[in-house]
Nanobody
Framework: QVQVEESGGGLVQAGGSLSLSCNASGLTFATRDVGWFRQAPGKEREGVSC????????DYADSVKGRFTISRDNAKNLLYLQMHSLKPEDTALYYCAASTSGYYTHDCRPNSYTYWGQGTQVTVSS
């Protein structure tokens, strides 16, 4: 059984930093495309950053480029998202997700990912 779990969310002032972590059981991040996504109230879920292993690249949403960094610890099977210079518009529920084994996502769209955590709330106050 696959389980994905995010942690590290919280309340931070604008300009501050947070680091999110994601661990999984039943799947190996290193062998799949993985990513971070977010959903704000009243908005659709969007891709924040993804590691497209199948194409050897990392994607970032334009809104977070230069501020967020995605990384992966293969030995610990952990996925991270470091967030700096946070803005109120970054407030959302942040999710970690992984693709189906052997499936090439080619992108950072939520519909391309199969296994999801419950999310961790990030709130940025102005």
């Amino acid at each position: 059984q696959v389980q994905v779990e995010e942690s590290g969310g919280g309340l931070v002032q604008a300009g501050g930093s947070l680091s999110l972590s994601c661990n999984a059981s039943g799947l190996t991040f290193a062998t799949r495309d993985v990513g971070w996504f977010r959903q704000a109230p009243g908005k659709e879920r969007e891709g924040v950053s993804c590691i497209i292993r199948s194409e050897g690249r990392t994607d970032y949403a334009d809104s977070v480029k230069g501020r967020f960094t995605i990384s992966r610890d293969n030995a610990k099977n952990l996925l991270y998202l470091q967030m700096h210079s946070l803005k109120p518009e970054d407030t959302a529920l942040y999710y970690c997700a992984a693709s189906t084994s052997g499936y090439y996502t080619h992108d950072c769209r939520p519909n391309s990912y199969t296994y999801w955590g419950q999310g961790t709330q990030v709130t940025v106050s102005s």
